[in-house]
């Protein structure tokens, strides 16, 4: 008999009051994407991730809200092209 190390993985969790349907998290990291863009190139990288079932997606990570500590590779909170 196989045993499940992981009982509680696929078990849903309420954060507030917002039901996460498992334990599954994508956590914080730049994504590196290069632009500092919110484009289709970077909604697809954080579509993939749910599509591939993780209950939670922290995104943006390495974001910047300042022009001049930016880092292109991130996402640009600053850059009015993101507020569409
Ligand atoms: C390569 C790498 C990049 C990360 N980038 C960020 C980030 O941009 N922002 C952030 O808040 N945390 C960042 N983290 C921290 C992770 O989101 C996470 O909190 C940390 O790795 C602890 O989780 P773990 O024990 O599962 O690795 C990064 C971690 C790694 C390994």
Redesign the pocket.
Known sequence: MTVNPYPNLFRSINIGKKVIKNRIVS????DGLRDGLINENLIRYYERKAIGGAGLI?AF??ASVYSKASNPK?VSLWDDRNKE
Do not use: L, M, N
Request: neutral net charge.
């Open positions: 956590s914080a990291h730049g922290i990570g390495s991130y």
